[in-house]
């Protein structure tokens, strides 16, 4: 078994969050070797990107080919109500006139790739089809991985830093038992995709809905992506969609008759492949870092995809995972605290974008807290895009409670 002992960092998984922090580390020369288990492309959901990816996707030299893709443009958010009125667009450009305000509907397993190709070109060893078996350790501190490939050979990697990017089923939250899941956003979604479904036009066309089945038990996303394809997808409590209740299929086709905007739009496509579902989405880790390795991506955690937020915390939490680890390598500290030190921030931004969720379960009306406060429609549209990462946000959720206390007095 040959030990390589020349690496400065290993990254698990090569995802957006893997490939984001293994970009950003080669860019300031250090040495990464990532391990993918997967060969790309590879099917994954979380398609909508929302504007402030823009910054991350900049550094990494990645906006010249966002903007040569077929991928859709996607300008705006757009809400349907329960009873079927749908609200004025919120149109990221008359918040934020810069071409960030701009972003894409992306079908992830081209995205992905993009990703990963552009982290190679940059310097990255990029090993697909490779397991990592474990994660070794010295004491407390991590110090390497095992690895074999689709050949069967096995390896020990080491390494000053060990980067879990691997997803949901992340080997370090596990074993470290770091998975808090969430108490209140315990949801599921079930989804398809359809050819020739409606899709609006212009400058709408790429536009994500959001759209609430009649009687409030859920919600689901449409997403134009190009090739005339759709994705559609119902979003729920988990108890709700998938207790007692049929297949997938069945499940789904209940929901869209809950909500006929959804229906009446998809009445003209047809559906090109099998229902998907996922379970249990909302969780976090309590913790982002030890002595030796860090967590990013959804293995940190991951937030209900109401407001399509997955791939910019995945991006985000790559770049300030990488900045922490190229100045603690410069430093030679590689502690639990050097390594973390970006998540209190990041997870006050995480929380933010939890609370605009948990306020939309509760009957959130847009519309009704606009006209209340005219004067945080910006605030509540950088929610939205993302610009999640600064105090004065905090005013939105005061003034909700504000709405909220009102309405309890005139009861």
């Given at each position: 078994?040959a030990?390589?002992d020349s690496t400065q960092?290993?990254?698990?998984g090569?995802g957006?969050?893997?490939?984001?922090v293994?970009t950003l580390l080669a860019?300031q020369?250090?040495?990464?070797?990532?391990f993918?288990?997967e060969?790309?492309p590879?099917?994954?959901?979380?398609?909508?990107?929302?504007p402030e990816?823009?910054?991350?996707?900049?550094r990494?030299k990645?906006?010249?080919?966002?903007?040569?893709?077929?991928?859709i443009?996607?300008h705006?958010v757009?809400?349907v109500?329960?009873?079927g009125k749908v609200?004025?667009?919120?149109?990221?450009?008359?918040?934020k006139?810069h071409e960030?305000s701009?972003?894409?509907?992306?079908?992830r397993s081209?995205?992905?790739?993009?990703l990963?190709e552009?982290?190679?070109?940059?310097g990255?060893?990029?090993?697909?089809?490779?397991?990592?078996h474990?994660?070794m350790?010295n004491g407390e501190?991590?110090?390497?991985v095992e690895v074999?490939?689709?050949?069967?050979?096995?390896?020990?990697?080491?390494?000053d830093?060990?980067v879990?990017a691997?997803?949901?089923?992340s080997?370090?939250i596990?074993?470290?038992g770091?998975r808090m899941?969430d108490p209140v956003?315990?949801k599921?979604?079930?989804?398809?995709?359809?050819?020739?479904a409606?899709?609006?036009?212009?400058?709408?066309e790429g536009?994500t809905?959001?759209?609430?089945?009649?009687?409030?038990?859920?919600?689901?996303?449409?997403?134009?992506?190009?090739n005339?394809?759709v994705?559609?997808?119902?979003?729920?409590d988990f108890?709700?969609?998938f207790?007692g209740?049929?297949?997938h299929?069945?499940?789904?086709n209940e929901?869209?008759?809950?909500c006929?905007?959804?229906k009446?739009r998809v009445?003209?496509?047809k559906?090109?492949?099998k229902y998907y579902?996922t379970?249990d989405?909302t969780?976090r880790?309590s913790?982002a870092?030890g002595?030796?390795w860090?967590l990013?991506?959804?293995?940190?955690?991951f937030?209900?995809?109401?407001?399509?937020s997955?791939v910019l915390?995945?991006?985000?939490?790559?770049?300030l995972?990488?900045?922490?680890?190229a100045?603690?390598?410069a430093r030679?500290?590689t502690?639990?605290?050097?390594l973390?030190?970006w998540e209190?921030?990041?997870?006050?931004g995480?929380n933010?974008m939890?609370?605009l969720?948990?306020?939309y379960?509760?009957?959130?009306?847009?519309?009704?807290?606009?006209?209340?406060f005219?004067?945080?429609r910006?605030?509540v549209?950088?929610?939205l895009?993302?610009d999640?990462?600064?105090?004065e946000l905090d005013?939105v959720f005061t003034s909700i409670?504000?709405?909220?206390?009102e309405?309890a007095a005139?009861?």
């Amino acid at each position: 078994m040959a030990e390589i002992d020349s690496t400065q960092v290993v990254v698990i998984g090569g995802g957006p969050a893997g490939s984001t922090v293994s970009t950003l580390l080669a860019q300031q020369g250090v040495r990464v070797e990532l391990f993918e288990r997967e060969r790309f492309p590879r099917f994954h959901i979380g398609e909508s990107l929302i504007p402030e990816t823009y910054w991350v996707l900049k550094r990494l030299k990645m906006l010249d080919k966002m903007k040569a893709s077929h991928f859709i443009k996607k300008h705006s958010v757009q809400f349907v109500n329960a009873s079927g009125k749908v609200s004025t667009p919120f149109y990221f450009f008359d918040n934020k006139p810069h071409e960030c305000s701009q972003t894409w509907q992306v079908e992830r397993s081209e995205f992905d790739q993009m990703l990963l190709e552009n982290a190679q070109e940059q310097g990255v060893s990029v090993h697909q089809e490779t397991r990592v078996h474990q994660v070794m350790f010295n004491g407390e501190r991590a110090i390497g991985v095992e690895v074999s490939d689709g050949a069967g050979g096995t390896r020990r990697v080491l390494a000053d830093v060990i980067v879990d990017a691997s997803g949901q089923s992340s080997m370090l939250i596990n074993k470290f038992g770091l998975r808090m899941a969430d108490p209140v956003l315990n949801k599921g979604a079930v989804w398809t995709y359809y050819e020739g479904a409606y899709r609006d036009q212009g400058k709408d066309e790429g536009a994500t809905l959001v759209l609430q089945t009649n009687d409030k038990q859920g919600w689901f996303w449409y997403i134009p992506q190009h090739n005339n394809i759709v994705s559609v997808g119902i979003v729920g409590d988990f108890n709700y969609l998938f207790t007692g209740r049929g297949d997938h299929e069945t499940t789904f086709n209940e929901e869209l008759d809950r909500c006929l905007n959804v229906k009446e739009r998809v009445a003209i496509g047809k559906r090109v492949t099998k229902y998907y579902a996922t379970k249990d989405y909302t969780y976090r880790a309590s913790r982002a870092s030890g002595d030796g390795w860090v967590l990013v991506g959804d293995a940190f955690g991951f937030l209900d995809p109401l407001y399509s937020s997955g791939v910019l915390l995945a991006l985000r939490s790559g770049e300030l995972a990488a900045d922490a680890i190229a100045e603690g390598l410069a430093r030679g500290d590689t502690s639990r605290a050097q390594l973390g030190k970006w998540e209190p921030a990041f997870v006050q931004g995480m929380n933010r974008m939890r609370r605009l969720v948990c306020e939309y379960y509760d009957g959130f009306s847009f519309g009704r807290f606009v006209r209340r406060f005219p004067n945080l429609r910006g605030s509540v549209t950088d929610l939205l895009i993302g610009d999640l990462f600064k105090d004065e946000l905090d005013e939105v959720f005061t003034s909700i409670d504000v709405m909220r206390a009102e309405a309890a007095a005139s009861a």
